[in-house]
């Protein structure tokens, strides 16, 4: 699985290096020009780049028209095409809607999968999984809260809500494994660390900012049966944070480790990140 985190300015060049490729907020290009630049110079650089919808951020997706306009400029590897928050027909009319407009748009599309029950959320994979090039899974359904009720946060509920859902669409044989998946954010890191062996090898890409934004919080990730993880989750959400100073560089540094750690093996050292 390859990882990005989304980190404030005073460290995302820092966190660049310790990731496999880069997640862009379109919402903030417009916003802030430093953070539009960092892109550039990735892109540059050959970085592999999503630019993000910042449906998450904004409660609705960016602009259509705008979002197609920035991704004609900066040429990201990939993008998200325009959902609506678990709305299956919302999304998928969204989708038809951009491809009317800008199937010839360079870059990979990535379709989200939506929806509010279990039938509507396998039938919006279904769609995306014979009309995206990508296919990308959100952490936070609320239908994950109906089937795990019993949990200690709804953090927990939907980290075993979305291992679930994966599950099952692998034991329906719902999968195409012919296409790379996406893990949009997550609750709890610890779920990264169920995703072991050949039957999630269709799981390409991850990103997420929680390492990140805990670390600034001066909260580490704490070890329980040899996977990193948390009991509880800040609910802050990074964008909120582009421009704050960081001062426990160290934790952030420390808890990107260890998420790596759920995932394969551990990286380097906090020392050498911080050199």
């Avoid at 989304?6 to 916003?31: C, N």
């Avoid at 959902?83 to 990979?108: C, F, H, P, Q, R």
């Avoid at 959100?138 to 939907?158: A, G, L, N, Q, R």
């Avoid at 990193?228 to 001062?247: C, H, Q």
Wanted: glycine share 6%.
């Amino acid at each position: 699985m390859r990882v990005a985190h989304e980190a404030p300015l005073g460290i995302i060049k820092q966190v660049s290096k310790v990731t496999d490729y880069d997640y862009a907020l379109v919402h903030l290009f417009e916003e802030n020009r430093t953070y539009y630049n960092h892109f550039i110079d990735a892109k540059k650089a050959g970085r592999y780049i999503i630019l993000d919808n910042s449906i998450f951020e904004l409660g609705t997706a960016f602009d259509a028209d705008d979002f197609a306009a920035w991704c004609k400029q900066l040429k990201p590897s990939a993008y998200i095409v325009p959902d609506v928050l678990e709305d299956i027909n919302g999304t998928i009319a969204n989708w038809n809607s951009w491809m009317s407009k800008y199937e010839d748009l360079k870059g990979s599309k990535i379709g989200v999968v939506q929806g509010k029950t279990e039938q509507e959320i396998v039938d919006c994979y279904k769609f995306m999984a014979s009309e995206a090039d990508i296919i990308a899974i959100s952490f936070d359904y609320s239908w994950f809260e109906e089937i795990y009720p019993d949990e200690p946060t709804k953090y927990h509920s939907w980290m075993k809500g979305r291992k679930h859902l994966i599950d099952l669409l692998i034991k329906e044989k719902a999968i195409n494994y012919n296409k790379p998946h996406h893990l949009l954010g997550c609750g709890l890191p610890q779920e990264f660390a169920l995703y072991k062996g050949k039957d999630y090898d269709f799981i390409d890409t991850i990103d997420t900012s929680n390492p990140v934004i805990h670390g600034m919080m001066g909260i580490d990730y704490v070890e329980t049966d040899g996977v990193f993880g948390l009991e509880d989750k800040e609910s802050v959400k990074l964008f909120e944070l582009m421009e704050e100073p960081v001062e426990n560089a160290a934790k952030v540094f420390y808890n990107i480790m260890k998420f790596r750690a759920n995932i394969d093996e551990e990286m380097g050292s906090v020392v050498q990140q911080l050199g």
